[in-house]
């Protein structure tokens, strides 16, 4: 089952902040976020494992309800190179990582 | 030192065509993976190959064959290429089966069907 992601675009201001949602209608066993630059290949930001977790990474954080039905990416203070479209995926069967559909994230000057 | 290595980075073929795409990790994994990404972002799993072997093998047409010389390599091969086939496939690599590890991408290979 794919997770779904909202919005499905973001357009800010650098320094402005963003959220990106993440979530499914059964509980996950895990949340991955990657970042995808135009032109360029996926990049892991992170894995989040158990409800309630938080992880932070710079000015990107995520987060992961007790439910484990929902994720939230949160940037902030957005910078140019936050720029791209970021995918959070979720693992089924243990083997395989299903991705949502992408949040295209436009960072202007 | 690049990590996830695919060759070529662009393809441009006709209708009809055999294409093989080459992916190389250096990074010692055991696990290789096939993504296919579409016009709309879309990114999809095609295949896993753990130490040469087959995991994952989703609803592709049998047209696509994998195949893993080695732990360090899994190519893609394309019989009768289509219109649809049109779209940009990354191989990625992780340290083992275990879908909760990091995947490392290559830099994609950008497939045009004519």
């Known amino acids: 089952q794919q997770p779904v992601q909202s919005p499905q675009a973001v357009i800010l201001r650098e320094g402005e902040d963003a959220v990106i949602n993440c979530s499914s209608s059964?509980?996950?066993?895990?949340v991955h976020w990657y970042r995808q630059k135009h032109g360029e290949a996926p990049v892991f930001l992170m894995i989040?494992?158990?409800?309630?977790e938080q992880k932070g990474h710079d000015k990107i954080s995520a987060s992961f309800n007790e439910k484990k039905q929902q994720s939230s990416l949160y940037l902030t203070a957005s910078q140019l190179s936050y720029s791209g479209t970021y995918f959070c995926?979720?693992?089924?069967?243990?083997?395989?990582?299903?991705f949502g559909q992408g949040t295209r994230l436009t960072i202007n000057p | 030192d690049t990590a996830v290595s695919q060759t070529p980075k662009y393809l441009v073929t006709q209708m009809g065509n055999d294409k093989s795409i080459k992916c190389e990790q250096n990074?010692?994994?055991?696990?290789m993976y096939w993504y296919k990404q579409d016009s709309k972002k879309f990114l999809k799993i095609m295949f896993s190959?753990?130490?040469?072997?087959?995991?994952i093998n989703e609803t592709v047409p049998n047209r696509f064959s994998p195949k893993s010389p080695d732990k360090a390599h899994l190519n893609l091969h394309i019989n009768s290429l289509e219109l649809g086939d049109s779209a940009v496939y990354f191989c990625?690599?992780?340290?083992?089966?275990?879908?909760?590890?990091?995947?490392?991408f290559g830099p994609g290979t950008r497939l045009t069907v004519l």
């Open positions: 190959y753990n130490n040469k072997e087959l995991i």
């Open positions: 990625a690599s992780s340290q083992d089966l275990s879908a909760y590890n990091e995947q490392f």
């Open positions: 059964k509980a996950l066993y895990s």
């Open positions: 989040l494992l158990k409800g309630g």
């Open positions: 995926g979720s693992v089924q069967g243990a083997q395989k990582l299903v």
């Open positions: 990074l010692g994994h055991d696990t």
